[in-house]
């Protein structure tokens, strides 16, 4: 199957700095990622969908200036976490379908952020 | 996107099927189904999807009911590394996203 590559695996940072999350489609082109957060025993939430080459469609709820989200090619998709504090402290994951090839949906290993 | 009822954890022994139901009664006839899964700290793995027909692949089958409002996900024997967290998901064939529901937590046991 598709592989997705998400980087770093895990991180730990102090409150108030910013963390970046790349997620790359390793063999295929995605031109739509998707980003989602679970915080622990809960279910996965969508936070945005990441378009290349445009600006990103966030959830409701959701801050846009928090949650920085770049696509700028069609391999791949940024998520930076601005200003984190303890309360961003999840499990962030991104996935992203095969360009042309919609009914599958691949998701990265997923990146564990610890704000202290 | 319809959504979907799963119960909230099921057990199941090594080597026996392990058979994980979901009801999805509102489900349009343009959504399929699909299902993934979620080991520990794991982002989710895609299983299978279908849209009327029972599907099968090497990790398991996919029975629907004939009108689409209920399927059964089939893992044929399973094993320790079966246990995870099971969604059910009903999505149109052209939508982008996924909305997980809450799942079904199997545990395989020896």
């Known amino acids: 199957g598709a592989v997705v590559s998400q980087h770093p695996s895990w991180v730990i940072c102090k409150s108030g700095t910013s963390v970046k999350i790349e997620c790359r489609s390793l063999?295929?082109?995605?031109?739509?990622m998707f980003w989602y957060r679970q915080f622990p025993k809960q279910s996965l939430m969508l936070m945005a969908t990441?378009?290349?080459?445009?600006?990103?469609?966030?959830e409701q709820g959701v801050e846009k200036d928090k949650f920085l989200i770049n696509h700028a090619s069609l391999t791949l998709s940024t998520l930076t976490v601005t200003s984190a504090h303890p309360e961003d402290s999840s499990f962030y994951i991104c996935?992203?379908?095969?360009?042309?090839?919609?009914?599958?949906?691949?998701f990265g290993s997923g990146t564990q952020l610890s704000v202290l | 996107d319809a959504k979907t009822t799963q119960p909230t954890s099921m057990d199941c022994a090594e080597g026996r099927a392990a058979n994980l139901p979901c009801n999805h009664s509102?489900?349009?006839?343009?959504?399929?189904v699909y299902w993934y899964r979620q080991i520990h700290s794991q982002g989710p793995q895609y299983i299978i999807h279908?849209?009327?027909n029972n599907e099968t692949n090497e990790m398991a089958s996919l029975i629907i009911t004939e009108d689409r409002k209920s399927s059964t996900l089939i893992l044929p024997h399973a094993t320790l590394r079966d246990t995870a967290v099971y969604y059910c998901?009903?999505?149109?064939?052209?939508?982008?996203?996924?909305?997980f529901g809450t799942g079904t937590r199997l545990q395989v046991t020896l």
């Open positions: 279908g849209l009327k």
């Open positions: 509102t489900i349009s006839g343009n959504e399929y």
């Open positions: 996935s992203a379908s095969p360009t042309g090839w919609k009914e599958k949906l691949f």
């Open positions: 990441s378009n290349e080459g445009s600006k990103a469609t966030y």
């Open positions: 063999d295929f082109q995605a031109t739509t």
């Open positions: 998901i009903v999505r149109t064939g052209t939508a982008s996203k996924l909305t």
